[in-house]
């Protein structure tokens, strides 16, 4: 059974950085096109960032863009994500997401997506 599992959120200060993490297991990660999302309080789950298996062509939403970097490293079965520069308005539960399906798809949809992680808090005060 594939698992997702986040790490690296917590409390930081506006325009302060945080790296997230998110570790699978119990399937081959190189397989898989990877995502993160963000759900802030009343809010839907939104993309934030996507990286393809094959070529590792990444996406991003405009207001992340230029700030966040995510990456992948699928000897550690690991994919991360960069945020610099942190606003208030980023403050949610950050997921990351796996796609096994191998058909063409923009990853910037939650129903692109087969597996899913618990979350992890970023909170970013003023």
């Known amino acids: 059974q594939v698992r997702l599992v986040e790490s690296g959120g917590g409390l930081v200060q506006t325009g302060n950085s945080l790296r997230l993490s998110c570790i699978v297991s119990?399937?081959?990660?190189?397989?898989?096109?990877m995502g993160w999302f963000r759900q802030a309080p009343g809010k839907e789950r939104e993309f934030v960032a996507a990286?393809?298996?094959?070529?590792?062509?990444?996406s991003y939403r405009g207001s992340v863009e230029g700030r966040f970097t995510i990456s992948r490293d699928n000897n550690k079965n690991a994919l991360y994500l960069q945020m610099d520069s942190l606003k208030v308005e980023d403050t949610a539960v950050y997921f990351c997401?796996?796609?096994?399906?191998?058909?063409?798809?923009?990853?910037?949809?939650?129903?692109?997506?087969?597996?899913w992680g618990q979350g992890t808090q970023v909170t970013v005060s003023s």
């Open positions: 997401a796996a796609r096994e399906r191998t058909t063409t798809v923009t990853l910037r949809n939650r129903r692109d997506y087969d597996y």
């Open positions: 119990g399937g081959t990660m190189r397989s898989y096109a």
């Open positions: 990286i393809r298996r094959s070529d590792f062509r990444t």
